[in-house]
């Protein structure tokens, strides 16, 4: 079956370029999850969805970020004006439930973004 | 931020030596994961071990966890040259964030043949 699907698999932009990351996340999955990865180090969180709402932007590093997500379906994290400290692999995922107990996640591939 | 912190950060062994790797975290937590990381792109997750547990096995893999001393141990038994690669452990730890999950820094595990 298919998994969650990113895209691009990879970007190079420009600084103060504007970039879109998608992601597919498994078809029925109520819950999406994005977090950064930055060269040699762990994951960091951004920001989740249930179904369309995100009651938590909390994450987002700074006001150039944003995110959404339609139809309970496909994600689009945003950033405006990219600098350098924004290169880093985007991974996204998605689960069946949130809250309420542990349930799994399932990551994308992830987007590698370079800021030139 | 992170929570957690892996140690070691790199961890060269033979193949057939076992691969201990320890993970500490900050707050307290509803369970404790394992994931596996290739190349630097998708996660794959390993095992879980949740707050009332204290170890956990799968195949080749025993987890621990000891919510008094706030840590975790992965131990891989056997190990192969395929097990090369990231570990991380992420905590989970509000329940009104959905399954949030924060990851510590990692391991690098490699298995020479």
């Known amino acids: 079956g298919a998994g969650v699907s990113q895209s691009p698999s990879n970007k190079v932009t420009e600084k103060g370029k504007d970039v879109e990351l998608r992601c597919d996340p498994i078809?029925?999955?109520?819950?999406l999850y994005w977090y950064r990865q930055r060269l040699g180090q762990g994951l960091e969180f951004l920001i989740y969805?249930?179904?369309?709402?995100?009651?938590?932007k909390s994450g987002l590093p700074s006001d150039r970020f944003s995110a959404e997500r339609t139809g309970e379906s496909v994600s689009t994290l945003t950033i405006q004006r990219t600098q350098q400290e924004d290169s880093a692999v985007y991974l996204c995922?998605?689960?069946?439930?949130?809250?309420?107990?542990?349930?799994?996640?399932?990551f994308g591939p992830g987007t590698r973004l370079t800021v030139l | 931020s992170q929570q957690g912190e892996e140690d070691p950060q790199a961890l060269s062994i033979q193949e057939g030596e076992n691969a201990t790797m320890n993970c500490s975290y900050k707050?307290?937590?509803?369970?404790l994961q394992w994931y596996r990381q290739n190349s630097g792109r998708g996660l794959v997750h390993l095992i879980l071990i949740r707050s009332n547990e204290r170890e956990k096995h799968s195949g080749r893999l025993r987890v621990t966890l000891d919510t008094s001393k706030k840590s975790s141990s992965l131990l891989i038994t056997a190990s192969r040259a395929a097990d090369t690669a990231s570990y991380f452990c992420?905590?989970?730890?509000?329940?009104?964030?959905?399954?949030?999950?924060?990851f510590g820094g990692g391991t690098r595990l490699m298995v020479k043949p």
């Open positions: 078809s029925g999955h109520t819950a």
């Open positions: 969805f249930q179904g369309n709402s995100a009651p938590d």
């Open positions: 995922a998605s689960s069946l439930i949130t809250g309420g107990g542990w349930v799994e996640q399932f």
């Open positions: 992420a905590t989970d730890a509000r329940e009104d964030a959905g399954n949030m999950l924060t």
């Open positions: 707050t307290s937590i509803n369970n």
